[in-house]
């Protein structure tokens, strides 16, 4: 007999020697125990949780500061707009009322929530010149445009400063017509072209509630036309007035004797922060009495604007 020997291919060889390798590769793996994985859910849970916290206390912390921002903007806004027309009270007044408002100064004390008001009469804006001159006794005069004269009415916009230099510089509005002004009384003096024309206003500001959340200081220029909002989360407005002899009023018994004024304003966040409740109180100033604690920021602004125009 006669026994014939056949080699297999070694390459053969090498591809079953890996197959039975991986193989018992495989059986020799453990899997994660439940132990394992549980512990691993715990410690990403606490990951997750302080990741979460930080994001929390961040945006906290950013809301915080943004509504902080805006109040003190409204803040520096409300005293800006105050203490410029308190500063110009009584300059181009008119010896008659001004809709309804004899003085320079017309203080109000306590009105709404214990708020005081304020109105100002003032010529505090120049709205046109002179196109043209205009002679001593003349009825009329010409503005540079339409839009100029229809600055002005017949009723609650009539009185009109022109030059700025006497008090014999005020006038009435009696007609409009195109540029041109009818005034009365005649014209008492001479005034060359470009002479500055002034709108004389009664202009009052007061904090409306109208929205008890988010009260607002308002002006109103008592013309008929929609008072403006000047700032929002504005809480309280208090005034006081010193007189000649430095004395200090919130009701002064005397207008006409007003030196200057001390403006106080409280400016607060827009929205209670729950992790401030109870911190937070409006306080005392002036003649208003302490608030009730609740949850708001709040921020105080006094100045005190001398008056240029008063108390000479």
């Given at each position: 007999?006669?026994?014939?020997?056949?080699?297999?291919?070694?390459?053969?060889?090498?591809?079953?020697?890996?197959?039975r390798k991986a193989f018992l590769s495989l059986l020799n793996k453990q899997g994660v125990?439940?132990?394992?994985?549980?512990?691993?859910?715990?410690?990403?849970?606490?990951?997750?949780?302080?990741?979460?916290?930080?994001?929390?206390?961040q945006h906290r912390s950013w809301v915080i500061r943004a509504q902080i921002s805006e109040?003190?903007?409204?803040?520096?806004?409300?005293?800006?707009?105050?203490?410029?027309?308190?500063?110009?009270?009584?300059?181009?007044?008119?010896?008659?009322?001004?809709?309804?408002?004899?003085?320079?100064?017309?203080?109000?004390?306590?009105?709404?929530?214990?708020?005081?008001?304020?109105?100002?009469?003032?010529?505090?804006?120049?709205?046109?010149?002179?196109?043209?001159?205009?002679?001593?006794?003349?009825?009329?005069?010409?503005?540079?445009?339409?839009?100029?004269?229809?600055?002005?009415?017949?009723?609650?916009?009539?009185?009109?400063?022109?030059?700025?230099?006497?008090?014999?510089d005020n006038y009435e509005v009696t007609s409009i017509s195109g540029t041109q002004l009818?005034?009365?009384?005649?014209?008492?003096?001479?005034?060359?072209?470009?002479?500055?024309?002034?709108?004389?206003?009664?202009?009052?500001?007061?904090?409306?509630?109208?929205?008890?959340?988010?009260?607002?200081?308002?002006?109103?220029?008592?013309?008929?036309?929609?008072?403006?909002?000047?700032?929002?989360?504005?809480?309280?407005?208090?005034?006081?007035?010193?007189?000649?002899?430095?004395?200090?009023?919130?009701?002064?018994?005397?207008?006409?004797?007003?030196?200057?004024?001390?403006?106080?304003?409280?400016?607060?966040?827009?929205?209670?922060?729950?992790?401030?409740?109870?911190?937070?109180?409006?306080?005392?100033?002036?003649?208003?009495?302490?608030?009730?604690?609740?949850?708001?920021?709040?921020?105080?602004?006094?100045?005190?604007?001398?008056?240029?125009?008063?108390?000479?």
């Open positions: 007999m006669c026994l014939v020997f056949i080699d297999r291919p070694r390459s053969l060889e090498f591809q079953s020697y890996k197959l125990t439940l132990i394992e994985l549980m512990v691993t859910v715990v410690i990403s849970v606490i990951i997750l949780a302080a990741v979460y916290t930080i994001f929390t206390s109040m003190q903007k409204n803040a520096r806004t409300a005293m800006q707009f105050l203490a410029k027309d308190i500063r110009m009270a009584g300059f181009g007044m008119p010896e008659t009322a001004v809709n309804g408002f004899s003085d320079p100064i017309n203080p109000a004390n306590n009105v709404t929530n214990g708020t005081d008001e304020i109105t100002v009469v003032s010529a505090y804006r120049q709205v046109s010149t002179l196109s043209a001159n205009a002679s001593r006794g003349a009825s009329s005069i010409t503005l540079q445009s339409s839009a100029d004269a229809a600055k002005f009415n017949t009723t609650t916009r009539r009185y009109l400063y022109l030059d700025g230099i006497s008090e014999d009818t005034l009365t009384p005649n014209l008492t003096r001479d005034y060359s072209a470009n002479c500055p024309v002034f709108l004389v206003k009664a202009i009052t500001y007061r904090v409306d509630f109208t929205d008890p959340d988010h009260p607002s200081l308002i002006r109103d220029e008592n013309t008929g036309d929609r008072a403006l909002l000047i700032a929002q989360d504005i809480e309280d407005l208090q005034l006081a007035y010193q007189d000649v002899n430095g004395n200090w009023y919130n009701n002064p018994p005397s207008v006409d004797d007003i030196l200057a004024v001390r403006i106080n304003i409280i400016a607060r966040t827009a929205r209670e922060d729950p992790k401030w409740a109870g911190n937070g109180i409006r306080p005392a100033i002036e003649d208003h009495s302490v608030g009730n604690p609740d949850g708001y920021r709040r921020r105080i602004l006094t100045t005190v604007v001398e008056v240029r125009n008063m108390g000479l």
